[in-house]
């Protein structure tokens, strides 16, 4: 079992984040780190079925001022606050991811792998896990400022990045395949549906 989950206190301030044709929703511009996690440590996924909502009203009050940080309102609110998918990988297992920006009070995401033997919990650049040892990994403090400056020269030089730009292509037909089985109503998505190179036999 591999269950993920990306609750945000509010609404990212930037124009477009409301807007589901400029940044795709929470689901593309957030959550897609759950995505790449779970493929890297449990394999490709072969099918997505998808759920979505609005589960509170956007429009901003005549009284309201937005705050410096996250934003409890939006003018043209269009993309759902409250996600959930059910993915099944390659490997037969099973996963879970849930998404909300609806606000409450404080950031929450995390990760768990239940596997035989094994349980692993990822809380942020955080690792600890349970079975025939018990152990846990502990990230630099800096592990934000290498990801960034290795993404800022690879762009500068014209070189690559340690992940390739595939990786991100695939996680992507995740997020997308989501939104297409909501379309279709709640039926699960083939992946090798969008893409191709995907198609996993089994």
């Known amino acids: 079992m591999v269950q993920a989950h990306y609750y945000m206190p509010g609404l990212p301030s930037p ?19 759950m995505l790449d996690l779970g493929r890297f440590l449990a394999g490709e996924v072969k099918s997505v079925l998808g759920q979505t909502a609005r589960v509170r009203d956007w429009t901003p009050p005549p009284d309201y001022e937005p705050p410096g940080g996250l934003l409890s309102y939006a003018e043209g609110f269009d993309i759902p606050d409250t996600t959930a998918l059910i993915l099944r990988y390659a490997s037969g297992a099973l996963g879970t991811l849930s998404c909300s920006l609806v606000p409450q009070a404080a950031w929450d995401t995390g990760f768990r792998i239940v596997a035989d033997g094994l349980l692993v919990t990822i809380n942020g650049p955080n690792a600890s896990w349970v079975g025939d040892e018990k152990g846990e990994a502990t990230a630099d403090p800096s592990w934000v400022q290498a990801v960034l400056y290795e993404f800022l020269d ?4 014209g070189g690559t990045t340690s992940v390739p ?10 997020s997308l395949g989501g939104y297409e089985s909501v379309n279709r109503g709640g039926v699960p998505v083939e992946l090798a549906e969008l893409l191709p190179e995907l198609a996993i036999n089994g």
Do not use: N, R
């Open 165 to 174: 730009y595939e990786e991100g292509v695939k996680s992507l037909a995740i």
């Open 154 to 157: 690879a762009v500068q030089s």
């Open 15 to 33: 124009a477009w984040w409301p807007k589901m044709e400029l940044g795709g929703g929470q689901l593309v511009e957030q959550a897609t780190h």
